[in-house]
């Protein structure tokens, strides 16, 4: 049996004015996704449990068939071990955003889309004027990197009482009720303080304002914890797996379940991603594993945008260029089961990502047909099949 998980990241929405109340599940032309629903099920689960945060890490975790009640402990972890980054009993990793903030107001929480060159000198600016021994900043890609919190033979400050907003939830909000609180959240916003000073007239803003690109102000402090102790996926479920993703939330939690990592060229976890690449990618990797899954950040960023047109395209794409193509190799392999879900749902009217339920679709070996035939909110909600548990879904996939 051989196994598919799409992910089309935060897809899920609310019916919107401009699409004559339809959601853009509903609006999209997505017939390979249809296709699935009508030779299959469709139902809905909520990946995000109410006490923890609407984030794609709790969200994925969940959704990959782990009780983020029992083995969450922050984003940033996750990101550290797709770098390889170890961390020990006392350290702590941080999401360490690079972001454009104007009059108190998050003007962009992607400083721009500023480039990794960009970012990786601001960084080592950074790190040389803020030395000290127990901080270590580590560049990602683009906007998105880490700080390490090494903790010795001492627990670090931050505990799972430490409060730190993602900047994403804050696009075209005040930040002034939003920094860092609790223990050890003094620390944070003396760092991210000390990064305006530091970047204010940095080489980089300098060279970004002559080209009219939007500043890197300082930095964001957030998703801090430490290292997750999560047993591996075939321990769990017996299978094997591959990820296909260009986000390294994705490749952390790959890495901690044991999972192949798939690098796709042309990747790039936004909306001029390579969809076909992907598909392509997948399927090639369907002689090697159990179960391949394939996600696409394009349609999160799309509504981190509040781009209604872009959010119906990214659909779109996946559906041509991933699922489509994906479910007929499936076809042509024998026994198969494929699955399309978002992790959580990001409503273009708030730009943010929410709690709640969202839909999935899933046919292949041993499926039984339900009634239903288009995949979309509304349908999922009239569905009998749901899971307030969302990582109970994954073992129903599997069929375990």
């Given at each position: ?13 609310e019916p919107q004015e401009s699409l004559g109340g339809k ?378």
């Amino acid at each position: 049996m051989k196994y598919v998980l799409i992910i089309p990241d935060g897809c899920a929405d609310e019916p919107q004015e401009s699409l004559g109340g339809k959601s853009p599940l509903e609006a999209a032309n997505i017939p390979a996704m249809d296709a699935i629903a009508a030779t299959g099920v469709v139902g809905r689960a909520n990946h995000v449990p109410p006490h923890l945060p609407a984030g794609s890490d709790v969200a994925n975790l969940s959704l990959l068939g782990y009780d983020p009640n029992r083995f969450f402990t922050g984003r940033a972890p996750l990101e550290a071990a797709a770098q390889g980054i170890p961390l020990g009993a006392n350290d702590c990793a941080i999401r360490c955003n690079l972001v454009t903030i104007e009059n108190q107001t998050m003007r962009d929480f992607t400083a721009d889309h500023i480039s990794t060159e960009e970012s990786r000198e601001l960084l080592t600016t950074l790190s040389e004027r803020l030395a000290r021994p127990e901080l270590e900043f580590v560049p990602g890609v683009s906007y998105r990197n880490l700080l390490i919190y090494r903790g010795g033979d001492d627990a670090p400050p931050f505990t799972s009482d430490t409060r730190a907003t993602p900047p994403h939830d804050l696009t075209d909000k005040s930040v002034l009720d939003d920094y860092p609180r609790g223990p050890g959240s003094a620390l944070l916003n003396q760092l991210m303080s000390e990064s305006v000073a530091i970047f204010a007239d940095h080489p980089v803003n300098v060279r970004r304002r002559a080209a009219g690109r939007l500043p890197a102000t300082n930095v964001w402090l957030w998703g801090q914890g430490r290292a997750p102790a999560l047993p591996s996926f075939q321990e769990t479920f017996g299978k094997s797996g591959a990820m296909i993703t260009a986000v390294d939330l994705l490749r952390g939690l790959a890495a901690l379940m044991g999972w192949r990592r798939i690098e796709v060229p042309g990747a790039t976890g936004y909306l001029d991603t390579d969809y076909a690449a992907k598909g392509r990618y997948a399927i090639n990797a369907l002689d090697e594993v159990d179960l391949v899954t394939v996600h696409v950040e394009a349609t999160d960023e799309a509504s981190h945008e509040g781009n209604t047109e872009a959010k119906i395209k990214a659909l779109e794409e996946i559906d041509r260029h991933i699922v489509a193509p994906i479910h007929a190799a499936l076809r042509d392999r024998g026994d198969y089961r494929i699955l399309v879900t978002p992790d959580h749902p990001t409503p273009l009217r708030t730009k943010t990502h929410s709690h709640g339920f969202v839909p999935f679709a899933l046919a292949g070996s041993g499926i039984s047909v339900d009634q239903f035939t288009t995949y979309d909110e509304t349908t999922a909600g009239q569905s009998q099949l749901a899971f307030a548990d969302g990582w109970k879904l994954m073992p129903y996939f599997l069929g375990s």
